[in-house]
């Protein structure tokens, strides 16, 4: 969006406020050709039309702020007063009413130092030429605003429509329009290739000039973020090239392939202890194989452990004395042939004993227990 400081408003018959200060319905914009230094934007009633209800509220300045808008940190110092909430277009133009509440702004509007209304406000623009409803030629059209301030100005482009009545009675009317007044002129140093000029000028001019620089300095800070977007976005490539590299080059060094399919190899031998010798692998990750290894049940999930604690558990698991997973009558089978480590008979194994030997008498001794 571009910058505009558009001296086009004006003020009607203002009333006293019981705190002093004034209440005055103003036209702030119209519809028509505006002139700048870099050519001419024509502003059509839909854009106007559009940007209407951004009226209501508006913080009200006397000049425009050095910083060219109006924000949370200069709110307090630039504000001499506010918009009302009665935005409204009539016609071709629209009007809110204004209330200018600091001492030193009320003082300038009554005095006739400040009688007309220069609105703050970014643009849109369609660089499109062509010819007004009304006949004049311009270079682009506005196409969307975005209101920030309304400052009380001295005088800029405007037309004889654009006065401040202060009282019924016409009193302090200014009329004329831009760049035709006598005496409206001021002194200002201007700094060109590090040499400093005073310069008499209609303010109108250092308007356009101050507008000018910062319109500059706007493209200056775009250009400025879209290098540092632009750096960034290179170095965060290049960090992704080079981690990409790092890794092909591990992928392909002979000596690290050889370490990789030497643990590998030495994983599944692992595994194969506790799942048996004919565990096929093929497609697993080091991590399926090792969870498949610790599981006690099909149903367990290890998902939410750390590959440091699965890693752990598996190195447990492989490492036992008998790693063979026992379940079922395997494992009562173990248990009841096992030896005692104590060399005494094992007291089951004792009873099976002593009952196999009765089976075998019991064969020989004649039926009734008679030999």
């Given at each position: 969006m571009a910058l505009r400081l558009d001296a086009v408003g004006s003020l009607g018959r203002a009333e006293r406020t019981p705190a002093g200060g004034l209440r005055?319905?103003?036209?702030?914009?119209?519809?028509?050709?505006?002139?700048?230094?870099?050519?001419r934007e024509y502003v059509p009633p839909a854009t106007l039309e559009a940007s209407l209800a951004q009226l209501n509220g508006l913080p009200v300045t006397l000049t425009h702020p050095s910083e060219r808008r109006?924000?949370?940190?200069?709110?307090?110092?630039?504000?001499?007063?506010?918009?009302?909430?009665?935005?409204?277009?009539?016609?071709?133009?629209?009007?809110?009413?204004?209330?200018?509440?600091?001492?030193d702004a009320v003082a300038a509007v009554e005095k006739g130092t400040h009688r007309q209304l220069s609105m703050g406000y970014d643009t849109d623009l369609d660089p499109t030429p062509g010819v007004s409803p009304s006949g004049e030629r311009y270079d682009a059209v506005q196409i969307a605003r975005t209101y920030n301030h309304i400052a009380l100005v001295r005088q800029a482009r405007g037309g004889s429509s654009l006065a401040i009545r202060l009282d019924d009675a016409g009193d302090a009317v200014f009329d004329e329009p831009a760049g035709a007044g006598k005496g409206s002129t001021m002194k200002r140093k201007i700094r060109i290739d590090g040499v400093d000029y005073e310069v008499e000028a209609p303010e109108s001019f250092f308007q356009a000039l101050d507008l000018a620089d910062g319109r500059r300095a706007d493209e200056l800070k775009a250009a400025t973020a879209c290098a540092d977007s632009t750096a960034g976005e290179r170095d965060a490539l290049k960090g992704q090239l080079d981690e990409t590299k790092k890794r092909l080059d591990d992928a392909t060094d002979p000596a690290r392939l050889d370490e990789r399919v030497k643990a590998r190899a030495e994983l599944e031998a692992s595994a194969r202890k506790v799942l048996g010798s004919k565990t096929d692998f093929s497609g697993k990750t080091d991590r399926q194989i090792m969870e498949a290894t610790i599981r006690t049940d099909a149903a367990q999930d290890l998902s939410a452990r750390s590959d440091d604690y699965i890693r752990g558990a598996f190195e447990a698991r492989v490492s036992a004395p008998d790693p063979v997973r026992e379940d079922g009558l395997d494992r009562v089978h173990r248990t009841v042939t096992a030896p005692r480590q104590d060399d005494r008979p094992s007291p089951l194994r004792a009873a099976i004993v002593r009952l196999r030997q009765d089976q075998a008498e019991a064969a020989t001794r004649p039926i009734g227990g008679v030999r």
């Amino acid at each position: 969006m571009a910058l505009r400081l558009d001296a086009v408003g004006s003020l009607g018959r203002a009333e006293r406020t019981p705190a002093g200060g004034l209440r005055v319905p103003a036209v702030v914009a119209r519809e028509g050709v505006l002139t700048y230094p870099w050519g001419r934007e024509y502003v059509p009633p839909a854009t106007l039309e559009a940007s209407l209800a951004q009226l209501n509220g508006l913080p009200v300045t006397l000049t425009h702020p050095s910083e060219r808008r109006v924000d949370s940190q200069n709110w307090r110092r630039t504000s001499a007063g506010h918009a009302g909430e009665d935005a409204r277009m009539d016609g071709d133009t629209q009007g809110v009413t204004l209330y200018v509440q600091r001492d030193d702004a009320v003082a300038a509007v009554e005095k006739g130092t400040h009688r007309q209304l220069s609105m703050g406000y970014d643009t849109d623009l369609d660089p499109t030429p062509g010819v007004s409803p009304s006949g004049e030629r311009y270079d682009a059209v506005q196409i969307a605003r975005t209101y920030n301030h309304i400052a009380l100005v001295r005088q800029a482009r405007g037309g004889s429509s654009l006065a401040i009545r202060l009282d019924d009675a016409g009193d302090a009317v200014f009329d004329e329009p831009a760049g035709a007044g006598k005496g409206s002129t001021m002194k200002r140093k201007i700094r060109i290739d590090g040499v400093d000029y005073e310069v008499e000028a209609p303010e109108s001019f250092f308007q356009a000039l101050d507008l000018a620089d910062g319109r500059r300095a706007d493209e200056l800070k775009a250009a400025t973020a879209c290098a540092d977007s632009t750096a960034g976005e290179r170095d965060a490539l290049k960090g992704q090239l080079d981690e990409t590299k790092k890794r092909l080059d591990d992928a392909t060094d002979p000596a690290r392939l050889d370490e990789r399919v030497k643990a590998r190899a030495e994983l599944e031998a692992s595994a194969r202890k506790v799942l048996g010798s004919k565990t096929d692998f093929s497609g697993k990750t080091d991590r399926q194989i090792m969870e498949a290894t610790i599981r006690t049940d099909a149903a367990q999930d290890l998902s939410a452990r750390s590959d440091d604690y699965i890693r752990g558990a598996f190195e447990a698991r492989v490492s036992a004395p008998d790693p063979v997973r026992e379940d079922g009558l395997d494992r009562v089978h173990r248990t009841v042939t096992a030896p005692r480590q104590d060399d005494r008979p094992s007291p089951l194994r004792a009873a099976i004993v002593r009952l196999r030997q009765d089976q075998a008498e019991a064969a020989t001794r004649p039926i009734g227990g008679v030999r």
